[in-house]
């Protein structure tokens, strides 16, 4: 995936080159040349490279991040639902289908829900 997709504060998986290790980190921008910083979940910072990856949006992260699972009144279908935020519509075991107000979109990662609650001024940090 395009390292450029990307803005600070989201969530990916780094592969390190050479290496079988995949962390989970936080993507930063290095204010001296806007080069692609990340960090671990230890707090260790360091230079990007290697490849990102997107982490998939699963159920134990939406429920992990406050997000509930509820059956949908009059309906056999079930949605996520957190105070305050969208609800997050089940299309499939590896879907979610976000809705709110005139903006609807299908999320299969964790940072595309991260971009959509930052474009509606909603708190994006998340846990994996």
């Known amino acids: ?3 450029l997709e990307y803005i600070p504060g989201d969530l990916a998986f780094h592969y390190i ?3 079988t290790i995949k962390k989970y980190v936080k993507v ?3 204010s001296t040349n806007n080069a692609l910083s990340l960090e671990d979940k230890d707090g260790k910072l360091y230079d990007y490279i290697g490849e990102l990856y997107p982490i998939p949006l699963t159920p134990e992260i939406l429920e992990k991040n406050g997000w509930k699972k509820f059956k949908r009144p009059y309906s056999s279908d079930y949605c996520y639902r957190r105070k305050g935020y969208p609800t997050l519509n089940i299309r499939s075991e590896k ?3 976000f809705h ?3 903006q609807d979109e299908s999320i299969t990662t964790v940072h595309q829900l991260q971009h959509l609650l930052f474009g ?3 708190n994006s940090e998340m846990e994996v």
């Open 95 to 97: 879907e979610v289908y």
């Open 17 to 19: 080159p050479k290496t």
């Open 28 to 30: 930063y921008v290095c």
């Open 1 to 3: 995936m395009n390292k």
């Open 120 to 122: 509606l001024g909603l």
């Open 100 to 102: 709110w107000g005139d």
